[in-house]
Nanobody, 125 residues
Framework: QVKLVQSGGGSVQAGGSLRLSCAVSGITISNRYMAWFRQAPGKEREAVAGIHTYGITTYYGDSVKGRFTISQDNAKNTIYLQMNSLKPEDTAMYYC??????????????????WGQGTQVTVSS
């Protein structure tokens, strides 16, 4: 059984930092596309960051480039999202996701077949 268990998140003031974790069991993340998505109320799910190939290749959405960093620890089978310089517009429910390692767009949510339970991030101004 595949499980993605998220932790971290919470409330922070603008300019602050948070780190999200996603502990994976049942699959090996080193041979998967892993990603973080977010969804704010009334908005579509947005791709935040992606990672694959043993953590060598990373991708970022335009709105978080330079502020967020995705990483993975293959020994712990866990991915992370370090979020710095947070803005109120970063407020959303954040989800980690996994899919097979095949060539396709990293940001297409429908291609991911395993999802975490979601964790709320709230940034106040």
């Amino acid at each position: 059984q595949v499980k993605l268990v998220q932790s971290g998140g919470g409330s922070v003031q603008a300019g602050g930092s948070l780190r999200l974790s996603c502990a994976v069991s049942g699959i090996t993340i080193s041979n998967r596309y892993m990603a973080w998505f977010r969804q704010a109320p009334g908005k579509e799910r947005e791709a935040v960051a992606g990672i694959h190939t043993y953590g060598i290749t990373t991708y970022y959405g335009d709105s978080v480039k330079g502020r967020f960093t995705i990483s993975q620890d293959n020994a712990k089978n866990t991915i992370y999202l370090q979020m710095n310089s947070l803005k109120p517009e970063d407020t959303a429910m954040y989800y980690c996701a996994a899919r097979g390692l095949y060539p396709s767009t990293w940001y297409t949510a429908s291609l991911y077949n395993y999802w975490g339970q979601g964790t709320q991030v709230t940034v106040s101004s």
